[in-house]
Antibody
Framework: EVHLLESGGGLVQPGGSLRLSCAAS????????MSWVRQAPGKGLEWVAT????????YHADSVRGRFTVSRDNSKNTLSLQMSGLRAEDTAVYYC????????????WGKGTTVTVSS | EIVMTQSPATLSVSPGESATLSCGAS??????LAWYQQKPGQAPRLLIF???TRATGIPARFSGSGSGTEFTLTISSLQSEDFAVYYC??????????FGQGTKVEIK
C-alpha cells in the first residue's frame, strides 16, 4: 500500500525556519515526481514545489521561491521542504503528494502537517 | 500561468440527484486536467485524471469530460459521502501547476 507521512510542522515566529519531511513507502520512490501542496485555513489548494524523480529538477511557486527549497533523498525514500523567511501567509496545512504516471497530477496524498507562523 | 476557474462556488443538491461541476482554463490544457475531492479535515483525493479517466477505486458515478478549456465533473445519484469540496487542476503547462478555487457540493 502506498503511504505518505509528513512531519516537521509546528509554530514558528515570522522570519523563522522549519524543515518538513515526507516519508514514503509502498512504491518505487525514485520513479515518481513528488510535490508539496498547501492549504491556508479556509482556503483552496496551492501548489508549492515539485521534485522530479531523480531530484535534479526541482520547481517552486513564485510565492516561495528563494525562501523554500524542495529536495529528495531517494536512498531514504524521503521528500523534504526547507522553509526559511517564514511569513504569516505561509500558515497552512502542507501536504506531500506523489505524482501519477504523468508528471503533474497527484494520485496519493499524505494527511498533512500544519505550519503556523505567528509571534 | 494558466488560471483555472470553477463554477459554481457552491452547489446545493439533494441526495440521489446528479451534480454538474464546471472548470474552465484561461488557455488550452488539452486533456491534462485532474479532479480532486476533499472532505473536511481530510487530504484531497484524486478522482479523475486525463480529464476523463477515473482513478483507482473511484465509483462509476463520477465522470469527467471536456478538453481544451472547458471541463465538467458529473456526479450521478449523489450519495451522502459525496458532499465535499471539489477542485480541478491543470498539469499541461508547468510550472506552476494550478488549481481552481473549488466547488462545494452541499446537501439541499
Amino acid at each position: 500500500e502506498v503511504h505518505l507521512l509528513e512531519s516537521g510542522g509546528g509554530l514558528v515566529q515570522p522570519g523563522g525556519s522549519l524543515r518538513l519531511s515526507c516519508a514514503a513507502s509502498g512504491f518505487t520512490f525514485s520513479n515518481y515526481a513528488m510535490s508539496w501542496v498547501r492549504q491556508a485555513p479556509g482556503k483552496g489548494l496551492e501548489w508549492v514545489a515539485t521534485a522530479l524523480g531523480s531530484g535534479q529538477n526541482t520547481y517552486h511557486a513564485d510565492s516561495v521561491r528563494g525562501r523554500f527549497t524542495v529536495s529528495r533523498d531517494n536512498s531514504k525514500n524521503t521528500l523534504s521542504l526547507q522553509m526559511s523567511g517564514l511569513r504569516a501567509e505561509d500558515t497552512a496545512v502542507y501536504y506531500c503528494a506523489k505524482d501519477g504516471t504523468t508528471v503533474g497530477y497527484m494520485d496519493v496524498w499524505g494527511k498533512g502537517t500544519t505550519v503556523t507562523v505567528s509571534s | 500561468e494558466i488560471v483555472m476557474t470553477q463554477s459554481p462556488a457552491t452547489l446545493s443538491v439533494s441526495p440521489g440527484e446528479s451534480a454538474t461541476l464546471s472548470c474552465g482554463a484561461s488557455q488550452s490544457v488539452s486533456i491534462n486536467l485532474a479532479w480532486y475531492q476533499q472532505k473536511p479535515g481530510q487530504a484531497p483525493r484524486l478522482l479523475i485524471f486525463g480529464a476523463s479517466t477515473r482513478a483507482t477505486g473511484i465509483p462509476a458515478r463520477f465522470s469527467g469530460s471536456g478538453s481544451g478549456t472547458e471541463f465538467t465533473l458529473t456526479i450521478s445519484s449523489l450519495q451522502s459521502e459525496d458532499f465535499a469540496v471539489y477542485y480541478c487542476q491543470q498539469y499541461h503547462n508547468w510550472p506552476p501547476w494550478t488549481f481552481g478555487q473549488g466547488t462545494k457540493v452541499e446537501i439541499k
